[in-house]
């Protein structure tokens, strides 16, 4: 059950359970009440009991409609706006106007129509407005709608539809529509970089003992190669422009970049395209680097990022005490430090990853935001595991950093943000809408994108249909599939026949 208090007014609980006990405690004094067999005292008694309860009522319903209070009993709080809806509306400073337009005997309409009810109770701010399409066609003509479920946000000029019937995706409807200034999200080209125009759909079988990137590795491919797609789109859905940059001599990083991405690059840095970068963050911007083990990491570049507060280190990281399934190079993480990119992060992977550490800086201020568990040892590149390797030193090993500083000798200006994580398939589509990825993504592009504290909503990843088994389902299908059924049948038939030759 959940009532007004989850909306930040637990005082309506309380108003709620007041108007109940008053009117409880009415009905026990009514009963115990003498009344008179007859004469005129017998009318006036009833008549002041009559009207002391409906003056009751009266201010009991006007109680309750100042303070009113929600109770959702579904199990799923099907009715109940979620969280991140809730403080979208909270933080409207300006009118906006929601019309919605659905069909009333669709149930999914009908409960979001109650579900934005709510949210227009939070804020005046947010202009509701409900529409039957088949009893109003009017009023969709008016608006240009042609399809049930579709909502339409207003703000000031801009006009934002989407077609749902989820409270989060028109919650980014509204924080699109709402955005004050253009957030532009660039992400690196040129050096065979992963791309953002591509199939967004991607999965792995897992194999023995490493994530390939090989046909051998792959038991369905339905994209042609790895790349953003996901992340693009979600980084559309939150109301920020992607857009594509390349990182070449004689050029420089567009002065609108809010936050560049450098995902997986496969060549290695010139000097002059350092430099690039260099220039990028001593005016104040802010880099999502993400490189993968098997990466030659130029000497500019190192320098670079050790300027900047990175190391970044060589060599594949193996847990054998963090991993997931049974691949012991997929590093799971479920720890994490106190960070705003790390706020509500659950369990995250990254499948075959370097480490990254902070470097000494007086200028720069870095953070180590996840490592590995102390069981963890480093080998040279991707697949087996010698003997050697696992005698070796075992440690924590940092697997990401987040800096923000300055470069350069002035100390004027905008300080630039880095996020280095040591993999860069966490982000990819292969991996990106699985457990917490998607959201350590997200999460750093909104810091380096200076936006972690205006009102956010993470948008829905689409996923395909999956069955996730441990080892032990495995195991214990395995055992039951081909031990069990056929050693019963096999026992059944010897029965039988034993039973027929005698």
């Known amino acids: ?33 003498p009344i008179p067999l007859s004469g005129l005292r017998r009318w006036l008694v009833r008549c002041a009991i009559l009207g002391g309860a409906v003056g009751i009522t009266i201010l009991a319903n006007m109680a309750l409609y100042r303070h009113d209070s929600h109770v959702d009993l579904t199990r799923s709080a099907a009715f109940t706006p979620s969280a991140e809806a809730q403080q979208v509306v909270r933080s409207l400073r300006h009118p906006l106007d929601l019309a919605y ?5 669709d149930p999914a309409a009908r409960s979001v129509i109650t579900t934005l009810n709510l949210l227009a109770r939070l804020n005046p701010m947010l202009r509701l407005e409900t529409v039957d399409t088949d009893q109003n066609p009017a009023r969709a003509n008016e608006l240009g709608v042609r399809i049930y479920n579709t909502a339409v946000v207003r703000s000031a000029d801009r006009r934002i539809e989407v077609l749902t019937t989820d409270d989060r995706e028109i919650a980014l409807a509204i924080l699109r529509a709402t955005r004050e200034r253009e957030t532009v999200i660039c992400f690196a080209t ?4 992963y791309d953002i125009d591509n199939f967004e759909f991607h999965t792995h079988f897992e194999g023995s003992h490493s994530h390939s990137h090989n046909v051998e590795g792959m038991a369905v491919v339905q994209m042609e190669q790895h790349g953003l797609g996901r992340l693009r789109r979600a980084v559309e859905k939150l109301g920020l422009m992607p857009r594509k940059v390349t990182i070449a001599a004689g050029q420089s990083v567009p002065p609108d970049c809010a936050a560049l991405v450098e995902a997986n690059p496969r060549t290695r840095y010139a000097p002059p395209e350092s430099g690039i970068l260099r220039a990028y963050l001593e005016r104040g911007g802010s880099l999502l680097l993400l490189i993968e083990p098997d990466y030659p990491v130029d000497e500019t570049l190192a320098a670079l990022a050790t300027d900047a507060g990175v190391r970044i280190g060589e060599g594949v990281v193996v847990d054998p005490a963090g991993h997931y399934f049974t691949d012991e190079q997929m590093i799971a993480i479920t720890q994490y430090a106190r960070h705003p990119i790390t706020q509500g992060l659950a369990l995250s992977i990254y499948p075959g990853a370097r480490p990254i550490a902070p470097a000494a800086s007086d200028r720069v201020n870095a953070i180590v935001l996840f490592s ?3 069981q963890s040892f480093l080998i040279p590149e991707r697949g087996g595991v010698s003997g050697a390797a696992i005698e070796g030193e075992r440690t924590s090993m940092p697997l990401a950093v987040a800096a923000e500083g300055r470069l350069g000798t002035s100390s004027d200006g905008r300080p630039f943000r880095v996020v280095a994580v040591g993999d860069a398939d966490f982000a990819s589509n292969s991996f990106f809408p ?25 948008p829905e990843v689409e996923v395909l249909p999956t069955v996730v088994l441990t080892g032990s389902d495995v195991r214990w299908i395995f055992i039951a599939c081909v031990l069990i059924l056929p050693g019963v049948v096999a026992l059944l038939g010897s029965v039988v026949w034993w039973q027929r030759r005698s």
């Open 372 to 374: 590995t568990s102390r």
């Open 1 to 33: 059950m959940t009532t007004e208090s989850m909306f930040g007014e637990p005082m309506a609980a309380l108003w709620f359970v007041g108007v109940l006990a008053a009117l409880v405690l009415l009905f026990v004094i009514g009963a115990r009440l």
């Open 434 to 458: 699985y457990l917490s990825n998607a959201d350590m993504a997200l999460n750093s592009l909104v810091w380096l994108a200076h936006e972690e504290r205006a009102p956010s909503a993470r």
């Open 190 to 193: 040129g050096h065979g970089e």
């Open 101 to 105: 337009f659905y069909q009333k005997q």
